[in-house]
């Protein structure tokens, strides 16, 4: 395993942490999120450069999309939840309360 491997392997590990043990605000598992889905492409788009294939690949592209929706989304979700519960902690969140 190379060290730009390992790289890649650690910032998505350290960003999955993250997620899993700091769950009081929503902006930090945005955050997280974004991080994980930013190491994935990373690590797509160097893929073909050290397999040394004259070709790019649409991957890339298509994760970087789906991540921009989710930023895109995850911001609403943050302004809407600001708006109507005056905080973005996670703990205020109900499902099941309307």
Known sequence: MTALHLSFYAAFTLSSLG???????????????????LSIYVALSIRPIQTQTPSPTLLPILILTFSAC???????????????????????FNLLQC
């Open 19 to 37: 997620l899993a043990f700091h769950q009081t605000h929503l902006i930090s598992a945005l955050l997280c999120l974004e991080s994980m889905t």
């Open 70 to 92: 989710k930023a895109g989304t995850g911001l609403a979700l943050l302004v809407a939840s600001t708006c109507t519960h005056g905080s973005d902690h996670l703990h205020n």
